[in-house]
């Protein structure tokens, strides 16, 4: 059997540090570098998390859309692994971002929440990836990997269509990356920071949760030769 | 040469082996019987080897061809299978039935003579236009038998085909089974109908997810 | 032979249907339904009515095509036959096929027969019926295609009652925001050209699953 995961986890330890130290100092940018925007005040600083998880959430999502495409066309285990892990870390990433957007949109727009084509992309994202996912437990003995498969692979473009459609809805929607609000250098920082803290620490749960996954396909295939075994000894004229 | 082979196939439910190490050959104008205790994996083979279900381990081939290289079209003519379930559109009659699954595999052939093979089966002509619905399991298992002889296919697997039929009925399966087999199809039976036993070149018993010949007359 | 052997499973769904008398009725009568629970939903007085007719058709299609498509497959698995039906000379295709055009038979007729329904009941008109009925037609095919995929993955899953509007219900997100539009801007008496990004946004969703479902199903179903 193909050796799956290595005991040693050195690089996703060494992976896991590099995030762990990167959110830190991603903290200590937000708290103390990063001076509070002037007409929005101390909320503004959820941008930095905000739109760093929009931004990993897009691209797990993408992944794993892309991935799954490809597990159609060729089948692998570990293909498939890769594609479950980034939905599921997509998943996680539209929560975040679906927490804090109400909370940013509350004290800048004064709703928890607007129509506003990135957070209904964002809530439509969520209810596929979970739709998907659900699909793929509810599904007997493997055919859900193939289904969840499919609608992964079809999800992504009409996730672009959802996109030009709540764009087109939304007409004039607040600008909000482009405002004057990360001119100062200490933002741009503190903004750069934090979006490689929270790619690096997507990229920690999505091998984390890879890693789970091949143990689980690894074990799945023990526990098979297992009962193969099992069944070879009760035969009648076996040796025992 | 070998029709039909199974070179170490196995399956598993829910992360368990029921079928293992299974080996098989089948040859052309032979009949096998196929006996085991419920729950076997008699079924679940079947299926492997009419490459509806992918086996967990091992692969069949048909003609020396691995079936997932076969397409899946090709394979519906050249497998037929006749199982639980009858495989029939309830709602439309015997002869649109079969005239259905004829023209799905062979489109574009000359219309067939569906009447013909249903009274073959021993379907009344009153019965062959109305909705079989209502018909018994009897009748439903003839129909279904009609349909497996209009596919014209030359392996033929069936599960428990005597369900349902009567004693005129398993007469007539029987008849109709030597008659492909003498047109040289190859076909394995798994029941546990003594009726059927007699016409057997070999008999094999699935135990422990494993085939072996057969010592007993008759499980039953 | 692919349209041939699509054109005999659509005439044996035809026959099931006719026989059966099961779907189609009821699938109108759901509609209506619908159409009664909107009004007592959103109808207040001294608001005018005929605001709400865009979201209520809409919203009123949506619903009732689920209906049609959680019966789509109920012939076949009733008699065993989807693996059969499955394993045609085309492959799996002509049976999706056939189903996409079964329902979208269906929800055609529902629609046709509902429109005026809801005019009627909404106290409305429309401004420019051929855009309204032409956006309606590619909702209709948008949803037929992908539903058809949808149902025909989802047949061996359990609890697929409920899986089925949530995953479809997103994925078709596009098809309603923008029939809607359409049908608001039409019944505002905006230009055509104000239509015509929303009509290509469709036009795009209907090309890529009329593309993308066949394939996907195949992919699926033969082993």
Same mark, same amino acid.
């Given at each position: 059997?193909?050796?799956?995961?290595?005991?040693?986890?050195?690089?996703?330890?060494?992976?896991?540090?590099?995030?762990?130290?990167?959110?830190?100092?991603?903290?200590?940018?937000?708290?103390?570098?990063?001076?509070?925007?002037?007409?929005?005040?101390?909320?503004?600083?959820?941008?930095?998390?905000?739109?760093?998880?929009?931004?990993?959430?897009?691209?797990?999502?993408?992944?794993?859309?892309?991935?799954?495409?490809?597990?159609?066309?060729?089948?692998?285990?570990?293909?498939?692994?890769?594609?479950?892990?980034?939905?599921?870390?997509?998943?996680?990433?539209?929560?975040?971002?679906?927490?804090?957007?109400?909370?940013?949109?509350?004290?800048?727009?004064?709703?928890?929440?607007?129509?506003?084509?990135?957070?209904?992309?964002?809530?439509?994202?969520?209810?596929?990836?979970?739709?998907?996912?659900?699909?793929?437990?509810?599904?007997?003995?493997?055919?859900?990997?193939?289904?969840?498969?499919?609608?992964?692979?079809?999800?992504?473009?009409?996730?672009?269509?959802?996109?030009?459609?709540?764009?087109?809805?939304?007409?004039?929607?607040?600008?909000?990356?482009?405002?004057?609000?990360?001119?100062?250098?200490?933002?741009?920082?503190?903004?750069?920071?934090?979006?490689?803290?929270?790619?690096?620490?997507?990229?920690?749960?999505?091998?984390?949760?890879?890693?789970?996954?091949?143990?689980?396909?690894?074990?799945?295939?023990?526990?098979?030769?297992?009962?193969?075994?099992?069944?070879?000894?009760?035969?009648?004229?076996?040796?025992? | 040469?070998?029709?039909?082979?199974?070179?170490?196939?196995?399956?598993?439910?829910?992360?368990?082996?029921?079928?293992?190490?299974?080996?098989?050959?089948?040859?052309?104008?032979?009949?096998?019987?196929?006996?085991?205790?419920?729950?076997?994996?008699?079924?679940?083979?079947?299926?492997?080897?009419?490459?509806?279900?992918?086996?967990?381990?091992?692969?069949?081939?048909?003609?020396?061809?691995?079936?997932?290289?076969?397409?899946?079209?090709?394979?519906?003519?050249?497998?037929?299978?006749?199982?639980?379930?009858?495989?029939?559109?309830?709602?439309?009659?015997?002869?649109?039935?079969?005239?259905?699954?004829?023209?799905?595999?062979?489109?574009?052939?000359?219309?067939?003579?569906?009447?013909?093979?249903?009274?073959?089966?021993?379907?009344?002509?009153?019965?062959?236009?109305?909705?079989?619905?209502?018909?018994?399991?009897?009748?439903?298992?003839?129909?279904?038998?009609?349909?497996?002889?209009?596919?014209?296919?030359?392996?033929?697997?069936?599960?428990?085909?005597?369900?349902?039929?009567?004693?005129?009925?398993?007469?007539?399966?029987?008849?109709?089974?030597?008659?492909?087999?003498?047109?040289?199809?190859?076909?394995?039976?798994?029941?546990?109908?003594?009726?059927?036993?007699?016409?057997?070149?070999?008999?094999?018993?699935?135990?422990?997810?494993?085939?072996?010949?057969?010592?007993?007359?008759?499980?039953? | 032979?692919?349209?041939?052997?699509?054109?005999?499973?659509?005439?044996?769904?035809?026959?099931?249907?006719?026989?059966?008398?099961?779907?189609?009725?009821?699938?109108?009568?759901?509609?209506?339904?619908?159409?009664?629970?909107?009004?007592?939903?959103?109808?207040?007085?001294?608001?005018?009515?005929?605001?709400?007719?865009?979201?209520?058709?809409?919203?009123?299609?949506?619903?009732?095509?689920?209906?049609?498509?959680?019966?789509?497959?109920?012939?076949?698995?009733?008699?065993?036959?989807?693996?059969?039906?499955?394993?045609?000379?085309?492959?799996?295709?002509?049976?999706?096929?056939?189903?996409?055009?079964?329902?979208?038979?269906?929800?055609?007729?529902?629609?046709?027969?509902?429109?005026?329904?809801?005019?009627?009941?909404?106290?409305?008109?429309?401004?420019?019926? *051929?855009?309204? &009925?032409?956006?309606? @037609? /590619?909702? !209709? $095919?948008?949803?037929?295609? +992908?539903? #058809?995929? =949808?149902?025909? %993955?989802?047949?061996?899953?359990?609890?697929?009652?409920?899986?089925?509007?949530?995953?479809?219900?997103?994925?078709?997100?596009?098809?309603?925001?923008?029939?809607?539009?359409?049908?608001?801007?039409?019944?505002?008496?905006?230009?055509?050209?104000?239509?015509?990004?929303?009509? *290509?946004?469709? &036009?795009?969703?209907? @090309? /890529?699953? !009329? $593309?993308?479902?066949?394939? +996907?199903? #195949?992919? =699926?179903?033969? %082993?």
């Amino acid at each position: 059997m193909a050796k799956i995961a290595s005991p040693r986890p050195t690089g996703f330890l060494a992976l896991l540090s590099v995030a762990t130290l990167l959110v830190l100092a991603a903290l200590y940018c937000v708290a103390f570098v990063a001076r509070p925007d002037v007409t929005l005040g101390i909320v503004q600083k959820i941008f930095y998390f905000h739109v760093s998880s929009a931004i990993a959430m897009m691209l797990c999502l993408s992944c794993g859309s892309m991935l799954s495409l490809i597990d159609l066309f060729a089948p692998s285990d570990r293909i498939d692994a890769l594609a479950h892990s980034a939905i599921e870390t997509g998943l996680a990433f539209a929560l975040m971002v679906l927490t804090s957007g109400p909370l940013w949109a509350r004290k800048s727009w004064g709703a928890w929440w607007t129509w506003e084509p990135r957070l209904t992309l964002t809530l439509m994202l969520l209810l596929l990836a979970a739709a998907v996912l659900g699909i793929r437990s509810m599904a007997a003995d493997g055919s859900g990997r193939k289904i969840a498969a499919a609608l992964a692979s079809l999800a992504a473009p009409i996730a672009y269509l959802i996109h030009v459609a709540v764009e087109k809805w939304g007409g004039t929607h607040p600008m909000v990356l482009k405002g004057g609000g990360i001119q100062s250098p200490g933002m741009q920082l503190t903004f750069r920071v934090a979006m490689l803290a929270i790619l690096l620490f997507a990229a920690t749960l999505w091998t984390l949760r890879f890693r789970v996954l091949r143990l689980e396909q690894r074990l799945h295939a023990l526990r098979l030769e297992l009962s193969a075994q099992d069944v070879r000894k009760q035969r009648p004229g076996a040796p025992t | 040469m070998t029709r039909l082979l199974a070179e170490g196939v196995g399956w598993a439910v829910d992360g368990r082996f029921v079928l293992v190490d299974v080996e098989l050959a089948l040859e052309p104008a032979t009949l096998t019987v196929l006996t085991g205790e419920n729950g076997a994996g008699k079924s679940s083979l079947l299926e492997i080897l009419a490459g509806t279900r992918q086996p967990a381990r091992g692969a069949v081939k048909l003609d020396g061809v691995p079936l997932p290289e076969i397409a899946p079209a090709h394979l519906a003519r050249r497998i037929a299978r006749l199982d639980h379930a009858p495989g029939l559109y309830l709602e439309l009659s015997a002869l649109e039935n079969v005239q259905l699954f004829h023209a799905l595999l062979h489109p574009g052939t000359v219309a067939l003579d569906a009447a013909a093979l249903l009274t073959d089966v021993g379907l009344a002509s009153r019965d062959h236009a109305r909705p079989v619905r209502g018909f018994s399991r009897g009748m439903l298992q003839r129909t279904a038998l009609a349909r497996v002889l209009a596919s014209g296919a030359d392996v033929w697997l069936l599960d428990e085909p005597s369900t349902g039929l009567d004693r005129a009925g398993c007469a007539l399966l029987a008849d109709v089974l030597q008659r492909v087999r003498a047109q040289g199809a190859t076909l394995l039976v798994a029941t546990h109908d003594p009726a059927l036993l007699p016409l057997a070149d070999r008999r094999l018993h699935l135990d422990h997810g494993h085939l072996q010949p057969a010592q007993v007359a008759s499980t039953c | 032979m692919l349209l041939r052997l699509t054109w005999l499973l659509l005439q044996k769904d035809l026959r099931v249907a006719a026989r059966s008398r099961e779907v189609f009725g009821f699938m109108l009568l759901f509609a209506l339904l619908c159409v009664v629970v909107f009004a007592f939903g959103f109808l207040r007085e001294g608001e005018a009515a005929a605001a709400q007719v865009p979201g209520v058709l809409w919203v009123t299609l949506l619903f009732s095509g689920t209906v049609g498509l959680l019966r789509l497959f109920a012939a076949e698995e009733e008699g065993g036959t989807l693996m059969l039906a499955e394993r045609t000379l085309a492959g799996a295709t002509p049976l999706l096929l056939s189903k996409a055009l079964m329902q979208l038979l269906f929800s055609g007729v529902t629609t046709l027969l509902l429109l005026p329904v809801v005019l009627v009941f909404f106290d409305a008109s429309l401004a420019q019926p *051929a855009w309204v &009925l032409a956006a309606l @037609a /590619l909702g !209709l $095919v948008g949803q037929a295609m +992908l539903g #058809a995929l =949808v149902a025909a %993955l989802l047949v061996h899953v359990r609890l697929r009652e409920v899986l089925l509007p949530l995953v479809l219900y997103p994925l078709l997100a596009p098809l309603v925001i923008a029939g809607v539009r359409i049908t608001v801007l039409t019944q505002a008496g905006a230009p055509m050209e104000a239509l015509d990004g929303w009509l *290509a946004l469709m &036009l795009g969703f209907d @090309a /890529l699953v !009329l $593309v993308a479902a066949p394939w +996907l199903h #195949a992919r =699926v179903v033969e %082993l």
